[in-house]
DNA sequence: CAGGTTTATCGTAGATTGACGATACACGAT
DNA sequence: ATCGTGTATCGTCAATCTACGATAAACCTG
């Protein structure tokens, strides 16, 4: 992956400018893999089957499947799920516990917590 | 703002390809809302404090104020904040039932609802 | 090994993002 | 009215995203 979260610039001109904390990148991360429409609904349609080839993932949406495998490769690179090679096709399955991390971290958003 | 979720193409060639439902364009855009660090950190400091002047929120971050009025300004398109004028000053909150919200949806995601 | 299937990657095009400085706008105070 | 402050918007640039077709890679089957 090339950098998918952009870097801060300007080193602090002269204030003590805050920086976003570890938790507020990790929440982007995580909330710029559900950022698509595609992508909730790949993760929506993996979350409700457990499983799902890659081949029934395509065959479920409206778009080509290159297009449906660079989704994949995001939803995977944002650790929402996980791809297991099984002979010529790849089965995919939610990543256990990125729901509840990301609900975590939500409501570490939401409770006041510094967010390095 | 000039469309933002971007568009299926392709008309269902021959399977019943469903396009991504109301509920994944949903997640998708309050998604969109936190899926970067500064705009996670800026909703983080709403939550925290209930409300803030634009200016106080410029000065918390190493952006331009441009900049920070951008990320505001999708805040504020994606749902999550809401601001009101104050004489010269806007002062921006995070908007009541936001956050419930989403997290409703994530559950649907997670409950095997169906996304349309 | 040849052939078919399944998935990932490449290369490309067009839009959009994120960042900035400069500028315009709105308002309160002098 | 004019000045100064606080914000939003404009214009721009480089980088990234999304989508696609084409192609490669990996794997069973015959």
């Known amino acids: 992956m090339t950098e998918r979260i952009r870097l801060m610039k ?8 805050r920086a976003p904390g570890k938790a507020d990148e990790e929440v982007a991360a995580l909330a710029w893999g ?14 409700d089957r457990g499983e799902c080839i890659c081949g029934a993932i395509v065959d479920s949406m409206p778009l080509a499947q290159a297009t449906v495998s660079q989704h994949l490769k995001v939803l995977q690179e944002t650790g929402w799920i996980e791809g297991e090679i099984d002979g010529p096709r790849v089965c995919y399955c939610p990543t256990a516990g990125a729901m509840t991390r990301f609900k975590e971290l939500l409501k570490g958003l939401d409770t006041g917590e510094r967010g390095s």
């Open 10 to 17: 300007r080193p602090a001109p002269g204030k003590a400018r």
């Open 34 to 47: 559900l950022a698509h429409p595609a992508r909730a609904a790949i993760l929506r349609m993996l979350l």
